[in-house]
T-cell receptor
């Protein structure tokens, strides 16, 4: 079965640079969530989209923005990167009208140097 | 106080053992409950949803006690491949998932 696709899998950036992470949800899933997992931490919710509209925001810094496109893929844009942004960034998708079960992509490992 | 609390472990058990993980959550309005497993540096993978009536999937049994705000996971006949971190997860008011810090399980031969 098709899974959530994320790209790139690994990204190295310098402080103050920008980064764009991409997520392709499972076909027919209409909701996308972004999570950040720091070293030794549990995943923290950043932002979500339902039917291409932002539905909820969590602990997403103002330096970050995201959107969902007409083909349901989503992009997380990160600017003025800081060392503390180094983390695993997961995208998850779900069928809102289902059981709220979320399926995670393999993640993008961002390293800021 | 964290919204989802679980014993971080590690739990070191021999193959074939039965192991139980427990978890408590603070928001009585939470509607959905899950166990995910996460291998090192990999994505969380949905193990099972948890229902008040309890549910079983092969060697795995999950229970939910809404009155006590308590969730459990029982793994019978542990396999080496069960070694992972088990994340107790509840749904937030925004539809997002709220994770516990995870319980590390190591199954030894």
């Amino acid at each position: 079965a098709a899974g959530v696709i994320q790209s790139p899998r690994h990204l190295i950036k310098e402080k103050r640079e920008t980064a764009t992470l991409k997520c392709y949800p499972i076909p027919r899933h209409d909701t996308v969530y972004w999570y950040q997992q720091g070293p030794g931490q549990d995943p923290q919710f950043l932002i979500s989209f339902y039917e291409k509209m932002q539905s909820d925001k969590g602990s997403i810094p103002d330096r970050f923005s995201a959107q969902q496109f007409s083909d349901y893929h989503s992009e997380l844009n990160m600017s003025s990167l800081e060392l503390g942004d180094s983390a695993l960034y997961f995208c998850a998708s779900s069928l809102v009208q289902g059981s709220y079960e979320q399926y995670f992509g393999p993640g993008t490992r961002l390293t800021v140097t | 106080r964290k919204e989802v609390e679980q014993d971080p472990g590690p739990f070191n058990v021999p193959e074939g053992a039965t192991v139980a993980f427990n978890c408590t959550y603070s928001n009585s309005a939470s509607q959905s409950f899950f166990w995910y497993r996460q291998d090192c540096r990999k994505e969380p993978k949905l193990l099972m949803s948890v229902y008040s009536s309890g549910n079983e999937d092969g060697r795995f049994t999950a229970q939910l006690n809404r009155a006590s705000q308590y969730i459990s996971l029982l793994i019978r006949d542990s396999k080496l491949s069960d070694s992972a971190t088990y994340l107790c997860v509840v749904s937030g008011s925004q539809g997002n998932l709220i994770f516990g810090k995870g319980t590390k399980l190591s199954v030894k031969p």
